[in-house]
């Protein structure tokens, strides 16, 4: 059993705390995630993470509205807050907190299997949802993909191989996570983006390199090897200086072999 089976078994435990009727005030129609992959390269995604299975407490001491302005005011194109409570310490108030601190597009980082945590996530503010291939049938990706689509919200579907980037590419996603962290071992490796960039860059889609990118040299590696962008949690939360590291991550240098 990987910690994703035993994470998705708790969530269908806890669905039934789930309604749909929670009305949202909250307009995300501006803050897209695809304008900013078509308009910048590389997008950043800054994670909003306490705590995971693999590294326990992460940063405990962080508010959720004040890491989100040093994110936007040092560059992150778009956000990803966890919103799991028993294995990474989110919630979904973090969500609600972060939509209202600033205007970026906003990603909820949770484990979805039902229509219901998808209405749920765009209550609470999410302009984009994750969808993790591993963690689905054919047919529940299909539904939940399609469900959120016609809910208004961008979908990033998370890979972490090739088989199931073709599940991703055979469903039309339009931005693919390629996850270097196996689940198995909690190990992380760059080369999963750079094994299945070339399959996933053929299909059109957007690329995100998702987990274990700690400097400007890594976001180099990965953007060298066809990413669009990158999603980068524990390196920004424990950084001692974000607008250094943000500045690295950035910097179109990183860009090796590649136009801006
Ligand atoms: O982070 C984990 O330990 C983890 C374990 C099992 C499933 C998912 C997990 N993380 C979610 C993520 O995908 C990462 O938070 C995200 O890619 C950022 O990773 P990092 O920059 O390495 O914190």
Known sequence: MTILDRIISEKRRT???????ENSQRDGTARSLLKQLEKSKPVIIAEFKRASPSKGVINNQLQPNE??????????HAM????????????????T??????????????FIIDERQIV??????????????????????YKLYHYAINEGLEVLVEVHN?????????LGAEIIGVNNRNLHTFDVDLEVTESLAPLIKESGAFLISESGLKTGEDVARVIHAGADGILVGEALMTSENLELLMRQMKKTENLAGGSK
């Open 15 to 21: 669905l039934s705390n789930l309604s749909y009727s």
């Open 67 to 76: 890491q989100a302005c040093l994110y936007e005011r040092f560059g992150a």
């Open 80 to 95: 990803s807050v966890l919103t799991d409570t028993p294995f990474f310490k989110g919630t979904f108030t973090d969500l």
């Open 97 to 110: 907190t972060v939509f209202d601190a600033v205007s970026l597009p906003l990603l909820c980082k949770d």
């Open 120 to 141: 749920y996530a765009k209550n609470h503010g999410a302009t984009v949802i994750l969808l993790i291939v591993a963690a689905l049938t054919k047919e529940e990706l």
């Open 162 to 170: 090739k088989a199931e980037a073709e599940r991703a590419i055979e």
